[in-house]
């Protein structure tokens, strides 16, 4: 898929301030600081479309982006640990849940990890709330680059062994990296070819 425009459409603060759900729309999420807004940033091709900060927490509100006038991608707050108060912290899951349980034209949810960590207790217990409610997902292990290459695929494999102790198959997952571009084209396609699936039913 190639991205010929990119446009910021509105922020929210309530599931029924976003836009109309007459669109295709993909959302990313993950940890604060997990490298969500870097990566929305190399999808689209623009380099500050999706604002990044070392300070986890900073996006706080639902974020809807027009892609190729076709298809919406949506970044929502990160969850868990954040420089936040406990009341924002509910605040912001609250929003998060909201917007995966009722928003009707979600088509799939990409769930961001840090590749560099072991398997952590509110990552492990999103994706069971994931499945438990069935919601669509894939799984995006971020800033692969800062693993060793002779520790990458030995490391995701202890992640996914862990997983299948809980799961009876894996979701599709992708390998990231945001500093040499890695699993750009792969996500892309995978997008691509969902709303191409979708549109011939």
């Known amino acids: 898929m190639k991205i010929k425009t990119v446009e910021f459409v509105k922020s929210s603060s309530k599931l029924e301030q976003c836009p109309p759900p007459d669109k295709y729309e993909y959302a990313f999420v993950g940890r604060s600081n997990v490298g969500k ?5 190399l999808l689209s091709g623009r380099k500050k479309i999706a604002l990044t900060s070392g300070n986890p927490g900073k996006t706080k509100l ?3 982006f027009i892609v190729n006038k076709a298809w919406y991608l949506v970044d929502l707050p990160g969850y868990g640990y954040a ?14 849940k909201n917007y995966l349980l009722e928003r009707p034209n979600l088509t799939c ?11 952590l207790g509110p990552d ?7 499945g438990e409610n069935g919601v669509p997902f894939v799984i995006v292990f971020t800033k692969i680059d800062k693993l060793p290459k002779t520790k990458i695929e030995p490391t995701l494999d202890k ?6 102790t809980q799961w009876e198959e894996l979701p599709t ?3 990231t990296s945001s500093a040499n571009q890695l699993g750009k084209e792969d996500i892309l396609t995978f997008i691509e070819q969902t709303n191409i699936q979708l549109s011939s039913q």
């Open 83 to 96: 420089k936040v108060s406990k009341k924002e912290r509910v605040v912001f899951d609250q929003l998060i």
């Open 62 to 64: 639902i974020n809807h």
């Open 159 to 164: 992640y996914k062994k862990f997983l299948l």
């Open 124 to 130: 492990i217990e999103f994706i069971n709330w994931l």
């Open 173 to 175: 997952i992708f390998k």
């Open 37 to 41: 807004s870097s990566l929305i940033n």
């Open 109 to 119: 949810l990409f769930l961001l990890i840090d590749s560099r960590h072991e398997p």
